[in-house]
């Protein structure tokens, strides 16, 4: 641990400990990789009190990822899938979480430090006017470069988008065991 990664922690935890404030909303951000995978040879069908069995060969449908926000202080969250990761997709997702917070005069994003997560974005993916105001409606703050700093808030991320993508049938397009049937690529 050095000096960045103590203030950045220290920072973060005081921003989770704020009560809640719908003016100012803490929120968690996470992205995730996902390949679409489809099943090649059915699996055995239950039995009870048994476990489905599932084949291992699989078939490759391309890959998607998941963007989501959370506000871990009264679950309300926003997910998008984007055909790729790219300084666009963040900024059409911050776009869409900023309508979820209208009332919100700014909204605080803890965040990791990837490329795409920047200022840049909005004047990428937008007019000036539209990359201003969601500049100006941020306050973006990163979580550590080293370790998990935020690894409550992004299991919990991750539970939602297994608990949106669950199985609907038994020949669905598989993310891992998760089904995304219902997956929409945004444009």
Not at 132 to 154: F, M, N, P
Request: charged share 30%; net charge positive; hydrophobic share 35%.
């Amino acid at each position: 641990m050095n000096a960045e990664f103590i203030a950045r922690m220290e920072e973060i935890l005081w921003l989770y400990s704020l009560p809640y404030n719908r003016r100012r909303p803490v929120l968690c951000y996470d992205e995730r990789p996902c390949f679409l995978i489809g099943e090649l040879v059915e699996g055995f069908s239950m039995k009870a009190e048994a476990v489905k069995k599932e084949h291992y060969a699989y078939s490759k449908n391309g890959s998607c990822y998941l963007l989501a926000t959370i506000e871990p202080k009264t679950g309300r969250r926003v997910a998008d899938v984007f055909g790729q990761r790219r300084k666009v997709e963040f900024a059409r997702h911050f776009q869409k979480v900023a309508a979820q917070f209208p009332e919100a005069e700014k909204i605080i994003v803890i965040l990791d430090n990837l490329n795409t997560h920047h200022a840049s974005s909005f004047y990428e993916a937008f007019e000036a006017v539209e990359a201003r105001r969601l500049t100006e409606k941020a306050r973006v703050s990163l979580h550590a470069k080293i370790g998990e700093l935020a690894q409550y808030d992004r299991n919990r991320v991750f539970r939602y988008f297994a608990s949106v993508f669950e199985p609907t049938n038994s020949k669905s397009s598989r993310i891992g065991k998760r089904s995304v049937n219902n997956c929409q690529r945004t444009k």
